[in-house]
């Protein structure tokens, strides 16, 4: 057997990763159950790769989601005071309990799967609208003109934002996205968020009506949360909300497009696409990697011990492949896999509250499309599909179709 070459330092920051990361991420979950990964500047994250290993670290109190801990790592070890600022600070994802726990409480008392579902309507609107706009064009681009627009605009018919204001905020999710959050520009967007987000907060306050933002403001005393905290989650939503609905709904369109029997299979049982949306996450691996972690005290995970005081990184699309819990084909798309736990979303208190309109509208998305159009086509060879460089969400820079 002829000998690898040496992963580089850098290993998930190359290009060769981002385009196709599973050789490598099988390579390094069979020599290890955890690798280090240098970060250019200095420093260094342990990454956890087996499905069993990451499962249990997600859960872990020892590996810390508080922001607080994770800006005081970064200040140590860069020998700059940082502080996160508030609209990163207050939301449930970016915090621990005790203060997790009352977020949790109420985000699921007002962020429920029948909340979502009552949306279904409306995303079949918004992806008509959207796929009108797109049937003109000879060669259409499924990203900007589809799965990118989509989830901004229901997550914000979601929090009562009026229509006037949809263009504003898929700007602002974009500049996000594609802005380093040191650039001033990024600081600029959060800015104008911001204060755009305020100001909605305080005429819900005003003039309640059937959304998000409304229920999380006159939600009863022991589930009811603060200006700044309401902020901050509706941040979360229109940011990481976004992106990862957007590289799930690019990535399922993409997968349904080069597997036809599948695709046939799912417009011929519609009743059957909930049931399924799991494979398909776990196929397509939205996520990259969960939001980082920094461990508190020694954590031993899988026979290696990490200090305290370390970034830990928890690869989604590595365990999403492991052949320890998906036996069967790992690297295969099988609509009927038995049991297809993928931790795309998380797991334990972190796990993912809009999980479930993240997979509604990829379903909406992919049955609108492929039934408005049966014939759609790939105008690019699938292997000239490109995908964006990111530590969290993956998604394509573009996916061209011919009708």
């Not at 985000?107 to 909340?115: C, D, E, G, K, L």
């Not at 279904?120 to 049937?135: F, G, Q, S, T, Y």
């Not at 990490?306 to 099988?334: W, Y």
Request: hydrophobic share 40%; charged share 25%.
């Amino acid at each position: 057997m002829t000998d690898q070459p040496k992963l580089s330092k850098y290993w998930m920051l190359t290009d060769d990763f981002t385009q196709n990361p599973y050789p490598v991420l099988d390579r390094v979950r069979a020599e290890g159950p955890v690798t280090k990964l240098s970060i250019p500047g200095g420093g260094h994250a342990w990454v956890v790769t087996r499905y069993e290993d990451a499962k249990a670290a997600l859960a872990d109190p020892r590996l810390s989601r508080d922001i607080h801990v994770h800006y005081d790592l970064v200040s140590r070890q860069t020998g700059v005071a940082l502080t996160p600022p508030p609209e990163h600070a207050n939301h449930l994802a970016n915090l621990e309990p005790p203060r997790h726990t009352p977020l949790r409480r109420a985000i699921s008392a007002a962020f429920t799967p029948r909340r979502a579902d009552a949306l279904r309507p409306r995303i079949e609107e918004v992806a008509d609208e959207l796929l009108d706009k797109l049937a003109g064009q000879p060669r259409p681009d499924l990203i900007s003109g589809y799965a990118d627009p989509l989830p901004v605009i229901v997550i914000a018919t979601l929090m009562g934002v009026p229509g006037s204001a949809w263009p504003d905020f898929l700007r602002w999710s974009l500049a996000l996205r594609e802005t380093d959050p040191t650039d001033p520009a990024a600081e600029r967007t959060v800015k104008e968020l911001s204060a755009y987000m305020a100001a909605l907060i305080e005429d819900k306050e005003r003039e309640p009506g059937d959304d998000l933002i409304s229920a999380l403001i006159h939600a009863e005393p022991d589930r009811r949360l603060t200006s700044v905290e309401i902020l901050s989650t509706a941040f979360a939503l229109m940011t990481g909300g976004n992106d990862t609905t957007a590289s799930l709904i690019g990535g399922t369109l993409a997968a349904l497009l080069t597997h036809p029997e599948e695709r046939a299979e799912l417009l011929a049982e519609p009743g059957r696409w909930g049931a399924r949306m799991d494979e398909m996450v776990r196929f397509v691996g939205p996520i990259t990697n969960t939001l980082q972690r920094a461990t508190v005290e020694p954590v031993e995970i899988g026979g290696v011990t990490i200090p305290a005081g370390e970034t830990v990184i928890i690869s989604a699309i590595s365990t999403n492949r492991d052949p320890a819990q998906f036996t069967e084909c790992p690297h295969a798309l099988k609509l009927d896999r038995p049991k297809p736990a993928h931790l795309s979303f998380g797991h334990g208190i972190h796990f993912c509250s809009g999980a479930h309109l993240a997979k509604l509208m990829t379903e909406v998305a992919a049955r609108r499309l492929f039934l408005r159009f049966p014939d759609v086509k790939l105008a690019v060879d699938p292997s000239r599909l490109r995908y964006v460089q990111s530590m969290v969400v993956r998604p394509l820079e573009s996916l061209p179709v011919v009708w």
